[in-house]
């Protein structure tokens, strides 16, 4: 079983709507969490942290719930630019390196 | 700063051959780490470097995989024997060193097919 498990989709959304995704982690003394996302064919980058108390950039929210041991992303009025695969991160204390889940497929359509 | 820079962009080797993939980090980070990716596994950590030691290389596949960072500048991920089912994104990400994680920076990738 991975660490880092994720719904691989894809979420196929019109524009405009919200869309939310979940992610589980195994490792108990996780803790710093991350969302990646990877365009098509390109590399992932950082999209945000994700802190204890929650935290919003924008369209975009990230929580975590540490008694159910997972985190979310959700995407308000979703743009067609949005559409990407969405990669959850977390990190094991002591060791800092990060485990990555397999993603998660967004496709907004017009 | 260029980013994380690997070369080549695109390899196609016959089966059995050597192949060498090739990373420059962004300048002052210590970490450095090599990913693969495929859609059936995801990315997965293949080794890491901390100051240009190899930390952990518990996820090499096997014996045919190899990597090494010579200096801060410069790492290298072989594999001799290659064989079709290596073919996969090979990512090298460098991140600093801060005490706690901030962010890994990937490079464009290395998309490799062994025919």
């Known amino acids: 079983r991975k660490e880092v498990e994720q719904d691989p989709g894809p979420f196929n959304v019109p524009e405009g709507a919200t869309v939310a995704f979940n992610c589980t982690y195994s490792?108990?003394?996780?803790?710093?969490f991350f969302w990646y996302r990877q365009d098509c064919r390109k590399e992932p980058k950082l999209l945000m942290s994700?802190?204890?108390s929650g935290n919003e950039d924008g369209r975009f929210t990230a929580q975590l719930n540490r008694a159910s041991q997972y985190i979310s992303l959700l995407i308000r009025d979703s743009k067609l630019s949005d559409s990407a695969t969405y990669l959850c991160?977390?990190?094991?204390?002591?060791?800092?390196?990060?485990?990555f889940g397999r993603g998660t497929s967004l496709i907004v359509h017009p | 700063d260029a980013g994380v820079i690997q070369s080549p962009r695109h390899e196609v080797t016959e089966m059995g051959q050597e192949v060498t993939l090739r990373c420059k980090p962004i300048?002052?980070?210590?970490?450095l780490f090599w990913y693969r990716q495929t859609m059936m596994r995801g990315l997965e950590l293949l080794i890491y470097?901390?100051?240009?030691?190899?930390?952990?290389d518990s996820g090499m596949p096997e014996d045919r995989f190899s990597a090494k960072m010579p200096n801060a500048s410069f790492s290298t991920l072989k594999i001799q024997p290659s064989e079709p089912r290596d073919s996969a994104v090979y990512f090298c990400?460098?991140?600093?060193?801060?005490?706690?994680?901030?962010?890994?920076?990937f490079g464009q990738g290395t998309r490799l097919t062994v025919v």
């Open positions: 990400a460098s991140s600093p060193s801060t005490g706690v994680y901030t962010e890994a920076f």
């Open positions: 470097f901390n100051n240009n030691v190899p930390i952990d």
């Open positions: 991160v977390a990190l094991s204390g002591g060791s800092y390196i990060p485990t």
């Open positions: 300048s002052g980070h210590d970490y």
């Open positions: 490792n108990s003394a996780s803790q710093s």
């Open positions: 994700v802190y204890s």
